[in-house]
């Protein structure tokens, strides 16, 4: 080779030593350059939280409504269920209504002691520890082997608690129709009410909750009651399911816990936060009112229909506060 060949060579090699260099300094860089960026960004947006924060602990609510034009729905407010805790309590009467504690409900336990059976309208099956067990081929269904009778409208809640291998969903279905009607059996077709409950198959147990105050209105009106109940347990064939229970719960179990408390109730597709007592009671706040315009305003609600003369009255006393 020429000198002139390897002095080319050289200075070929040289470059891209050179170049290879510059390019990892320029990587080792890189990464620097955007952590600095980060952390002042970080810094930045840390300044900005802080102005905020300090704008809002000077923050007057009172001054901010006051600011505005007059306008009914301006203005401070009290709310009962906020101030639950400042209530006092008293039982204006020892009677209790007739109707209290009387809710009706439809328990399945698969324990020996239901009053009425759901069993598989076809194959083998085993009652066993509080358990139904069986082998499901994708289209067995348990039903109610007598008619029902419940309530639509006393029902709050579906539970139901069971475990499965292979099923994505069962199938929950109730009828008016007493199973008598269709010959000793209530099948899961057009004339019930159905609601596909996704399911986790994965062996073991789990707990299903599903609002019954919007699920059975398919295919009921009001006052209308559930004489049929069916639940197909698995939608595989081969599927080894257990069912521990299947509870209809009333509504007001709820609320049976303390004679008055906090709850959500749907209206209008809203869900509301609501205060509820269990009658003959009194609450009494001692608010102070504001001297302009004050307004109090609150809805009344039933949960059962049929229910003893009730009545909901406010009563403003003006004294030392």
């Not at 639940?231 to 399911?241: E, M, T």
Request: net charge neutral; charged share 25%; glycine share 8%.
């Amino acid at each position: 080779m020429s000198r002139s060949a390897r002095v080319r060579v050289a200075l070929v090699l040289g470059a891209t030593v050179v170049v290879l260099a510059l390019l990892a300094a320029a990587y080792a860089f890189r990464p620097r350059q955007e952590l600095t960026a980060l952390v002042r960004g970080g810094a930045a947006l840390l300044a900005r939280t802080e102005g905020l924060i300090e704008r809002a602990a000077e923050f007057d609510q009172d001054a901010a409504l006051a600011a505005l034009a007059p306008n009914a729905h301006n203005g401070s407010y009290y709310r009962f269920d906020d101030h639950l805790a400042d209530a006092s309590v008293s039982q204006v009467s020892e009677t209790v209504p007739a109707s209290a504690g009387r809710a009706g409900r439809l328990d399945f336990e698969f324990d020996g002691t239901d009053a009425v059976h759901l069993v598989p309208h076809r194959g083998d099956y085993v009652l066993e520890d509080g358990l139904l067990k069986l082998v499901s081929d994708g289209k067995t269904y348990l039903r109610t082997t007598r008619a029902v009778k419940l309530d639509k409208d006393s029902v709050g809640d579906v539970e139901l608690r069971m475990r499965l291998e292979q099923g994505r969903s069962v199938l929950l279905g109730w009828g008016k129709q007493a199973p008598e009607a269709n010959g000793g059996t209530a099948h899961l077709h057009e004339e019930l009410g159905q609601i596909r409950i996704d399911t986790i198959p994965d062996g073991d147990f789990h707990t299903y909750r599903i609002d019954a105050t919007t699920v059975l209105r398919k295919r009921m009106h009001a006052g209308d009651q559930i004489r049929s109940v069916a639940l197909r347990p698995s939608d595989v064939a081969g599927d080894r399911v257990e069912v521990d229970y299947l509870r209809f719960i009333p509504k007001l179990d709820e609320y049976s816990a303390a004679p008055v408390g906090r709850s959500y109730e749907s209206l209008d597709r809203e869900l509301r936060r609501v205060l509820y007592v269990s009658t003959p009671r009194e609450l009494v706040y001692r608010v102070q009112i504001p001297k302009k315009r004050p307004r109090l305003s609150f809805g009344v609600g039933i949960l059962e229909d049929g229910s003893p003369d009730c009545s909901a009255t406010y009563d403003v006393q003006y004294g030392q506060y």
